[in-house]
């Protein structure tokens, strides 16, 4: 199953994708503010973990409507709807020093975190998940844009 996984993964990080974000829309390359370290501070303390509690309300209300088969830190372990609990475990761990990957409903699209980024990234995700993503990211206080390509 895993080296299946991994290939649908692989696939779908070739799609057009989403991101759930503090930030309303994406910041330009060559922008003026001071991005890094706006993100930087978001990255510690108290502000980490009211972001992964945020990231937290999205993926665990994506997994009340669709399955989650999930990978985190890289290892050859895939787990179907882990725990709440878990899940939002590995979700920390992932935005401290690591990765998670989330595939929905066995591969229909993929919702990302990476180590030292403030948002998550959702791939291939059709019109009515866009939608639910939205919904649940605005009412974590969270924001879902499209990248320019």
């Not at 989650?68 to 899940?87: I, M």
């Not at 998940?129 to 844009?145: D, H, K, P, S």
Request: glycine letters at 10%; a negative charge; aromatic letters at 10%.
């Amino acid at each position: 199953m895993k080296q299946n996984n991994d290939k649908i993964m692989e696939r779908l990080l070739q799609s057009p994708c989403w991101v759930i974000d503090f930030l309303p829309m994406q910041v330009p390359q060559v922008g003026r503010g001071q991005f890094f370290a706006v993100e930087q501070y978001y990255l510690a303390g108290e502000r980490r973990e009211r972001l992964v509690r945020q990231f937290a309300d999205v993926v665990l209300g994506v997994n009340c409507y669709h399955d989650l088969t999930v990978n985190h830190g890289g290892g050859d372990d895939w787990t179907v709807n882990p725990e709440p609990a878990t899940l939002v475990s590995w979700l920390d761990e992932a935005l401290h020093r690591g990765y998670l990957c989330a595939l929905v409903d066995d591969g229909e699209a993929l919702i990302t975190a990476n180590g030292g980024d403030t948002h998550l990234t959702l791939y291939h995700a059709s019109g009515g998940l866009i939608e639910q993503v939205r919904q649940l990211a605005t009412a974590a206080g969270l924001y879902l844009w499209q990248p320019a390509r």
